[in-house]
């Protein structure tokens, strides 16, 4: 498994974070950026993450913004990206389970480190559910 990472400004604390987090867990993982707190254009990182899953460099992608709302409006513009912005555990498995998600979004200025780790820990560990009824669903979307 290996999980391209992005961030803005709004997220670029978390995302520091959570590369150390995912070093700790010798998760393999791509960092596209951004580099500082400096104030950036997140739907550049939303693509260069997502550019990274549609060419099959990596499977599941992880995009922190100040709230993960426009990473996840940005990247589900993108075809055969299919984004999720999480603040809570239950959705973080669902969204995996039932939507076959592959991009995690997340608020760097919502939600805490602990919560945003439990919500990577959940997401990667889930599989799609391969279910008929979900897999029919998600064809639906283009
Ligand atoms: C940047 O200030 C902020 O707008 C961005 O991080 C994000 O929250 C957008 O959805």
Do not use: W
């Not at 520091?16 to 739907?43: A, N, Q, R």
């Not at 039932?98 to 780790?117: F, M, P, Q, S, Y």
């Not at 919500?119 to 279910?131: A, R």
Request: hydrophobic share 40%.
């Amino acid at each position: 498994m290996n999980i391209a990472i992005g961030c803005d400004q709004g997220g670029y604390a978390m995302k520091t974070e959570l590369m150390e987090y995912l070093k700790s867990k010798k998760i393999p993982f791509v960092d596209v950026g951004s580099y500082s707190e400096g104030s950036v254009d997140y739907p550049v990182y939303a693509k260069a993450v997502c550019e990274k899953i549609t060419s099959g460099e990596c499977e599941l992608g992880i995009l922190v913004c100040g709230t993960g709302i426009g990473m996840s409006m940005a990247a589900n513009k993108i075809k055969g990206i299919r984004a999720a912005a999480v603040s809570d555990n239950y959705t973080a498995q669902a969204t995996r389970s039932h939507n076959d998600a592959n991009v995690l979004c997340l608020g760097g200025r919502t939600i805490g480190i602990e919560l945003a780790k439990m919500l990577v820990d959940t997401f990667i560990s889930t599989p799609f559910s391969g279910e008929e009824r979900h897999a029919r669903r998600i064809s639906m979307f283009s």
